[in-house]
Every structure is written in C-alpha cells, then in structure tokens.
C-alpha cells in the first residue's frame, strides 16, 4: 500500500511541478474587454485598460478587439486608441479604422448568432520594466450614442522573453 502511494504521489506531484516550471517562464501578455451599455457608446465615454506594474521590458504585438451586433449600422468603426508605454506622462494617439464588413457589405468577423468578432492590428509597443501603462480607447465616429458595439478589448502578445 505505501508503494501504491509513493507512485501515486509521484505520477501526480511530478507533472503539476513541471507545468509550475513551464509556467514560471511563459511570456506573460494581457487580454481584457470593457462592456459598453445597451443603449450605445457615448461620443464622450473613453474606456481605460490599465496594465499591471511591468517587470521586464518586452517588445509586444498589440491587437483591438471589436465584439458587435449585426444591427450596427456601419461598415466601420472609427477610434482613437491612446497608450502611455513609452513614458507615464505622454499619451500617443493613434485613429484606427476597424472594417467590419467584406466586400460585399456582410460582417465578416467570427460570430455566432448576432453577435461578431474581429481584431484589428495596432503598431507593435514596448512595454517597459516598472512602468504601469494605460489604454485608452474612444469613439471616433459623428453619433452621439453609438449603438452596436457590444464589447472593446485590447491584446497584447510578447514577442520575445523580458529582459531584466
């Protein structure tokens, strides 16, 4: 029987600490969505992602995240994404045009139901160690309420391991 449960132990113990191992060294990125309201996206409401304090610095490919209904009314989104990675102080803007349909006018991002799903690339940033960077993301459109958009997310995926 203390055989039975010496291998036992072993055949459990000794893979949970190998994923523990692998997972110490996994590149660590950031994935989150901010829900908007029903009723639509206020022109004036801006959606803030704030990162956790960096431990390393790492080059990173950054991704919008657009989830709509199929009863938004447009083609495209229009943003203003902002992020503070190079310095806490200063904010680089950049206005992006998320294409939500194919050339023939239907939604072409992944969905089930009435609900889609498309990414949108941004320009590649570096995040860097101590610093704690902010997205912010803000409707770039002539409605004052924007309906549709269900969710606004930001992905970020480390090219390589941080450097120390």
């Known amino acids: 029987m203390a055989c039975l449960t010496h291998s036992?132990?072993?055949?459990?113990?000794?893979?949970?600490?190998?994923?523990?191992?692998?997972?110490?060294?996994?590149?660590?990125?950031?994935?989150?969505?901010?829900?908007?309201?029903?009723?639509?996206?206020?022109?004036?409401?801006?959606?803030?992602?704030?990162l956790p304090r960096q431990t390393g610095t790492r080059p990173c490919r950054a991704t919008l995240e657009i989830r709509h209904r199929g009863d938004y009314p447009y083609c495209s989104l229009w943003l203003l994404v902002s992020h503070n990675t190079a310095d806490s102080l200063t904010f680089r803007t950049d206005t992006v045009e998320c294409m939500l349909v194919d050339k023939h006018g239907h939604f072409d991002g992944a969905g089930i139901n009435d609900l889609y799903q498309k990414s949108f690339p941004l320009p590649d940033i570096?995040?860097?160690?101590?610093?704690?960077?902010?997205?912010?993301?803000?409707?770039?459109?002539?409605?004052?309420?924007?309906?549709?958009?269900?969710?606004?997310?930001?992905?970020?995926?480390?090219?390589?391991h941080p450097t120390e």
């Open 8 to 50: 036992l132990k072993k055949t459990i113990l000794l893979p949970a600490i190998i994923l523990l191992a692998a997972a110490c060294h996994a590149p660590e990125g950031y994935h989150a969505f901010r829900t908007l309201p029903d009723e639509g996206w206020k022109r004036d409401d801006t959606l803030y992602f704030s």
């Open 126 to 160: 570096t995040l860097h160690e101590g610093s704690a960077p902010t997205f912010k993301i803000a409707p770039f459109m002539k409605d004052r309420l924007l309906e549709g958009i269900s969710d606004v997310g930001i992905r970020l995926t480390p090219t390589q």
